[in-house]
């Protein structure tokens, strides 16, 4: 559909549309000149409506980004930063000035050349890898639209609005995040796509022939498309999708590199400088006779009260919450730092004192569900879900009601087979605030998952992915869903929690971790066989926290140590029990969390290792185990993929026995003594 009825203004600007545009316009092209790096093209075609959506709908406060109540901008085609940070600069940043600007792209500046959230204040979200920003922004208007129905349009009454760019639409991730918003109707959702129909190959002809609006329409959103320079074409249809009932693509027929004679409209005004000459010749073509970086007063006082012109509702909304019930006031509070509630830490003493005291023999993914049905009576801000696998994960407490398009006072979602639109919709979740978001998935198919994963290490949020199904134990599904590479993988992860832990203890303490770490993202990975709890008593130490501990230190020193996780370390003291009757003194260390292990002070590291020659036990590949085992030590696990078989037959013919590591252990200590010798 062609949209082209005039929208009412929400300002009557003093300045020309054109010179408004052309400021942002001309801030990217002199940044990414001075770096002689970036992404000119996308900036220089979306100038026109960006500053529609900014100057006419966006509700924000450039004195407080972090408003609650602001409207969210995402920008998904994150190469074209300099349009966020021309936007920033323009509307009153107090930290994206002139001379960072000047410093695009350079070391410590605060314009890197992709968005990076939490290193610059205004931008929601890192964008960069294609397809990341629309998914997230699936989450941030899931979150609106959850905290809308808990609080009232008094508190919570704002869009999500994002551009995304032809290769957003290509990845696959789109599809998922676009199918998800649409079933669940999330109406404050707005995209303007920058259909410029140019990728970095040239015309997107060369390989995509999809109609996009019909393509958002089947999955329940509102599509048009109008001419991307016609301020009142995009305001007329941000207008109309500002009143709808589902979520709205806006195709904004744009010119890549628009201004510049040699360049717009070819793909060679995407990604490099235009040059001193092709420069000169868009100031002249675009009537911008300014030096490099300069944005004339009055244009640069327009823009100014654009940035301010949120004030007046930021502080009426201030005022609705200062007027608040004290306890209502305190929730909504709680709710957007993301803070545990007050009965939380009782709730979670009681279930670990109850598997401490009854020593349940279960999967730790049956752990799991007990501890989540306990705490989700206490955190109301906990966000449950699975992608298609709740009655494998486990993931869902007996109190959550499913999150629908009528029901947004749910707090259990459905994801559907969509485990990378999971991932990134929990990102946009944490991101937006009011809830802890978690959710469930094999492990397996972390691999599917693993981009958005990634995002929230680099963002530092806290997002808790449930991967059950977790070794060669899951048995007969076969090697296609038996991990054995991903713990080594994940754990590569920078800033990403891993845990495995090998009891229901150990399970309840993990769950406490990954709830207590606010800036990291953790992956509780949990078995499908029941497994022994190994610890016992009264203790009201939370050794996950360590990351690794001793679970069994024998007497008169020890002549080897056996490392485990997971559902080896019930292996390995079956082992130490075999390695006793021999006289040899085993320790038994399990290791739940190497992540936190390496944080630890390294005389902490060292009493736990022992000088003692170390075997390694865990059914993965062997993947950074090496370092906790030393040049002396040996790793007992697997070495390829699994099979399809029982799980004990498979733990028995891939050679993870107490036997074999009984056996590694005796070779250890027959080489350390040899050594010793010698």
């Known amino acids: 559909m062609n949209i082209q009825s005039p929208a009412p203004q929400m300002d009557q600007a003093t300045v020309p549309h054109a010179d408004m545009a052309n400021a942002i316009r001309f801030l990217a092209i002199d940044a990414v000149e001075k770096a002689k790096s970036g992404h000119p093209g996308m900036p220089m075609g979306m100038a026109d409506a960006a500053t529609v959506l900014f100057s006419r709908f966006l509700k924000f406060d450039a004195a407080d980004p972090s408003w609650p109540d602001r409207d969210r901008f995402i920008l998904s085609a994150g190469h074209g930063s ?3 940070y021309a936007l920033l600069h323009l509307t009153g940043s107090a930290e994206v000035t002139l001379d960072q600007l000047q410093s695009f ?3 410590g500046s605060k314009t890197p050349g992709h968005p990076e959230y939490g290193h610059t204040a205004g931008v929601e979200t890192t964008t960069g890898p294609l397809g990341q920003g629309i998914a997230t922004a699936v989450g941030m208007a899931l979150a609106e639209r959850l905290m809308n129905a808990r609080f ?8 999500t609005y994002v551009i995304a760019g032809d290769g957003c639409l290509m990845e696959g ?6 199918s998800l918003a649409g079933h669940l109707r999330l109406n404050r959702l707005i995209v303007l796509f920058d259909d410029n129909q140019i990728s970095i190959d ?3 002809s060369l390989s995509c022939s999809d109609d996009q609006l019909a393509r958002f329409t089947a999955s329940g959103w509102s599509a048009a498309r109008v001419n991307g320079h016609d301020p009142e074409a995009v305001a007329a249809a941000i207008a109309q999708a500002r009143d709808n009932d589902r979520p709205s693509l806006i195709a904004c027929r744009t010119v890549i590199g628009f201004g510049a004679p040699n360049r717009q409209g070819s793909e060679k005004a995407h990604g490099a400088p235009l040059g001193a000459d092709e420069i000169a010749k868009t100031r002249n073509a675009l009537h911008w006779p300014h030096a490099p970086f300069h944005v004339p007063d009055a244009v640069a006082r327009q823009w100014r009260a654009v940035g301010a012109r949120g004030q007046t509702a930021h502080a009426e909304w201030a005022g609705r919450v200062a007027r608040l019930d004290g306890a209502v006031r305190d929730y909504f509070q709680a709710a957007l730092k993301g803070q545990l509630s007050g009965g939380y830490d009782d709730t979670l003493a009681k279930i670990r004192a109850h598997f401490l005291q009854e020593r349940p023999k279960i999967a730790t993914r049956q752990a799991s569900q007990l501890v989540i049905d306990v705490i989700a009576d206490v955190l109301p801000n906990l966000l449950g879900g699975s992608a298609d696998l709740t009655h494998s994960n486990l993931t869902r407490a007996r109190m959550q009601t499913p999150v629908q398009h009528d029901a947004f006072d749910g707090s259990y979602v459905h994801y559907g087979v969509r485990e990378h639109a999971m991932a990134a919709a929990m990102n946009g979740v944490a991101l937006h605030g009011g809830f802890i978001p978690y959710g469930g998935t094999f492990l397996c198919f972390a691999d599917y998952s693993r981009p958005a994963i990634r995002l929230a290490a680099l963002m530092g949020i806290r997002v808790i992915h449930v991967m059950t199904h977790d070794s060669i134990g899951l048995g007969e599904d076969g090697p296609t869903h038996q991990p054995v590479e991903h713990l080594a993988s994940l754990r590569a992860i920078p800033n990403l929690l891993v845990f495995r832990p090998g009891d229901a203890v150990e399970t309840a303490e993990a769950w406490d971790c990954a709830l ?3 800036h990291a993202p953790s992956v509780l990975c949990l078995s499908r066989q029941a497994l022994p709890v190994f610890r ?9 926290a360590r990351g690794a501990y001793v679970v069994i230190e024998p007497e008169g020193g020890r002549d080897v140590t056996l490392v485990a996780a997971g559902s080896e370390v019930s292996i390995a003291l079956v082992a130490a029990r075999l390695l006793a009757d021999d006289g040899i003194r085993a320790a038994v260390v399990s290791a739940p969390c190497f992540d936190l292990f390496r944080q630890q002070p390294s005389a902490y590291r060292a009493a736990i290792l022992g000088s003692a020659p170390r075997v390694g036990v865990e059914a993965a590949i062997e993947g950074d185990w090496a370092r906790w085992l030393g040049d002396g030590g040996e790793f007992v ?18 050679g993870i026995t107490a036997a074999a590591v009984a056996t590694a252990a005796m070779r250890c200590i027959a080489r350390s003594r040899i050594a010793a010798v010698e």
């Open 173 to 178: 991730l789109s599809h998922e995040a676009i």
């Open 516 to 518: 207590r770490t606010p």
């Open 152 to 159: 009232g349009d008094g508190l919570v009454d704002h869009y």
């Open 82 to 84: 300099m349009l966020l």
């Open 536 to 544: 016992g008593g009264i203790d009201s130490t939370n050794r996950v």
């Open 202 to 204: 040239g015309a997107t």
């Open 637 to 654: 696990g697997m070495t390829g993929f699994g099979a399809s078989a029982p799980a004990d037959d498979l733990y028995r013919e891939f």
């Open 105 to 107: 792209r350079q070391w």
